[in-house]
């Protein structure tokens, strides 16, 4: 079992960049698949990237491709997700979650453990 926090959101200007963290409890860490996902207000959940346990296959939609990367520490038990060139139309609240196994999954209801979330605004 894994508690996931993350952390690093807040304001920025369209153009600028974040780096959110997300530390996870648990010593099985490097067996789960981790994922990132986003909520604005009024909007469905949604997949944003996932990374493997060996951090070798990584997964993006499409909105995000070229601007957004996804890594992982198994030793620090760490996600991150570097988001640059950020966009007004990527505001919302981002959540780190963890699914059992390694198999790719970018539907919510197949992540076992969330985070409270962070929220990111991004300004005109």
């Known amino acids: 079992q894994v508690q996931p926090v993350e952390s690093g959101g807040g304001l920025v200007q369209a153009g600028g960049s974040l780096r959110l963290s997300c530390v996870a409890s648990g010593r099985t860490f490097n067996t789960y698949f981790m994922g990132w996902f986003r909520q604005a207000p009024g909007k469905d959940r949604e997949f944003v990237s996932g990374?493997?346990?060996?951090?070798?296959?990584?997964y993006y939609s499409d909105f995000v491709k070229g601007r957004f990367t996804i890594s992982r520490d198994n030793a620090k038990n760490t996600v991150y997700l570097q988001m640059d060139s950020l966009k007004p139309e990527d505001t919302a609240v981002y959540y780190c979650?963890?699914?059992?196994?390694?198999?790719?999954?970018?539907?919510?209801?197949?992540?076992?453990?969330w985070g409270q979330g962070t929220q990111v605004t991004v300004s005109r």
């Open positions: 979650a963890a699914k059992r196994g390694i198999g790719y999954s970018k539907t919510p209801t197949d992540f076992d453990f």
């Open positions: 990374i493997r346990w060996g951090g070798s296959m990584t």
